[in-house]
């Protein structure tokens, strides 16, 4: 495995490929994160993996001064996983000057759920991992279907643009307890590690009252929304959506697995996501 810290080097290196397969993150990797290169590696003839904090997507009260930096230890699991090569720059290497060109997805889209939340996020999403995309010039490249709303962000954003690569979703992977595996959940106190569960299983109850025949989707979330606050949480959204666009459901869309709920909230001083297809 090769670690590389420019993108001339990398260019230079990948100039011996033709079907790069790629995993975009942001370093702090768990078991989710290499489950995706193992997808990766039958799916091209070079298995790359970038590293990179990306500032664009994070608001001025969010943790980007102390997200974990961890590329030693992210090395050593992608080596062990069979990636190939780590590209892992710098700021002054992926932005040496200020970013002035900026990838902005439409609002029907990106500012809802996360895009409310936190505004100007899937800018910097698309942003970099276009950048990105530049760089590597992949075939195929793999996201995390805990970021739902991201992947589909980034599908539309591939679509659009007529780029030539295909946008590979892996499943996400869950603690015994249900959890799903996040880079932040290492932020949790082990009290708050053994209450986190507790955002699976409120989803999971918003599709039990769905398969029980509930259409009343705003008492379904409201319920949702007080079950979490009542043990301590600060929700921001616990939702049931449409899948292929993300808007909320018509009469003709229950019962014919075309929903998903989806979540984000606070325990503490960290913020959690997730979802369920229905």
Avoid at 9 to 22: D, S
Avoid at 118 to 135: A, D, M, Q, S
Wanted: hydrophobic share 40%; aromatic share 6%.
């Amino acid at each position: 495995m090769k670690l590389i810290h420019t993108i001339a080097e990398l260019r230079a290196e990948l100039g011996k490929y033709q079907r790069p397969a790629f995993v975009p993150t942001m370093g702090n990797l768990h078991e989710g994160h290499i489950a995706l290169v193992k997808q990766a590696k039958p799916l091209g003839d070079v298995t790359v993996v970038s590293i990179f904090v990306n500032r664009l997507q994070f608001l001025p009260h969010e943790d980007f001064g102390t997200y974990p930096r961890t590329l030693e230890a992210d090395c050593a699991k992608l080596e062990a996983a069979g990636c190939d090569l780590v590209f892992a720059p710098g700021e002054q290497d992926l932005y040496p000057e200020p970013q002035g060109y900026k990838v902005t997805p439409p609002t029907e889209l990106a500012d809802i759920l996360e895009g409310h939340f936190r505004p100007g996020f899937f800018t910097g999403v698309c942003t970099v991992v276009l950048k990105l995309f530049n760089c590597v010039q992949p075939r195929v490249a793999l996201f995390g279907a805990k970021d739902y709303q991201q992947q589909m962000v980034i599908r539309r954003m591939v679509a659009q643009l007529a780029l030539p690569i295909e946008i590979v979703t892996g499943a996400t992977l869950r603690a015994d307890d249900g959890l799903a595996l996040s880079s932040r959940n290492g932020y949790l106190s082990p009290a708050e590690r053994a209450e986190a569960v507790q955002l699976s299983r409120t989803l999971k109850g918003m599709i039990v009252a769905l398969q029980n025949g509930e259409r009343n989707v705003a008492a379904i979330e409201q319920h949702a929304m007080k079950t979490l606050a009542d043990r301590g949480w600060h929700p921001d959204y616990l939702t049931v959506r449409r899948r292929h666009d993300l808007q909320p459901p018509q009469a003709g869309d229950f019962g014919r697995n075309a929903l998903v709920v989806l979540g984000a909230a606070r325990l503490g001083s960290t913020r959690l996501i997730d979802n369920l297809e229905v």
